[in-house]
């Protein structure tokens, strides 16, 4: 009996099947290790949001560190398809293995509705900043050290990270994740203000609002906070704050 010779459409379909068996394979081993990627930038990031990481660091340092990390790690989620805030729903939201628990997401306690807004914040100034841009930037932010700014006056300077509510103002709020921000350098030709901007004050105000409301502070310390910018609209502490080389120059020559 003589082997029958199969059409070659047939040998076609099954080319075709085995293609697609390959490929349906290979899909699946990429999607696992997305979601391998995903799951471990969540962790990641929890550990930089949890309330420990962000109200309990010891040095300023330590807290500015802690938050370029997580700006990492956000952008690493946004490079594999997530956006910023579906990340830290990821992070916050009700789920064995992560960090926050409450019963509606939209709605979290000010402790984490304030490392929330942070991060979201800082994450949208390092766009503008065009941090995440280069290679090199990624990498320090990585090991939490300051990245360059890439675009804009002062492209190829240095990141600040500065404070919303001043450590003079407000003892150990330099090492507040919710009170860093990412800010661009001074230029040439600029000069620090010696007041701080209207808008300046109101998020101060409304930072040490927030922070009595989640018992961060006493409701006595926030009541200092507001009389300082009190004093410091009507004028009363403008000498108190200029820098010293500048009250130095203002100093009458002695004879």
């Known amino acids: ?20 068996i390959i490929a349906i394979a290979i899909f ?37 560190q802690n938050l370029l990390k997580a700006l990492y790690q956000m952008q690493l989620g946004v490079e594999l398809g997530m956006t910023p805030s579906e990340i830290l729903d990821k992070v916050m939201q009700k789920d064995e293995g992560e ?17 929330r807004e942070a991060l979201l914040s800082n994450y949208d100034n390092c766009l503008k900043l065009g941090l995440f841009d280069d290679q ?7 090991n939490g050290e300051i990245p360059s700014v890439t675009k804009g006056p002062a492209e ?20 507040l994740l919710p009170n860093l ?42 009541a200092k906070v507001l009389e300082y910018y009190e004093k410091l609209a009507k004028g009363e502490l403008e000498a108190a704050e200029k820098p010293e080389e500048d009250k130095k120059t203002e100093e009458p020559k002695k004879p």
């Open 1 to 20: 009996m003589s082997d029958t010779q199969l059409p070659v459409s047939e040998y076609v379909k099954q080319g075709i099947f085995i293609i697609a």
């Open 28 to 64: 699946g081993i990429k999607t696992c290790r997305k979601f391998q990627k995903k799951k471990q930038i969540v962790i990641e990031l929890t550990s930089h949001a949890s309330e420990s990481a962000a109200y309990e660091q010891f040095y300023q340092d330590n807290a500015n």
């Open 99 to 115: 960090l926050f628990s409450t019963e509606n997401t939209e709605k979290l306690p000010v402790r984490q509705e304030l490392i």
């Open 136 to 142: 090199l930037n990624l990498n320090a932010m990585e």
């Open 156 to 175: 190829g300077e240095e990141i600040v990270i500065q404070q919303i509510l001043p450590a003079s103002v407000l003892p150990g709020a330099d090492k």
């Open 181 to 222: 921000s990412i800010s661009p350098p001074l230029v040439d030709g600029q000069k620090k203000p010696a007041k701080p901007t209207d808008f300046e004050v109101a998020r101060a105000k409304r930072l040490a609002q927030q922070l009595a409301n989640a018992d961060l502070i006493e409701n006595e310390v926030y």
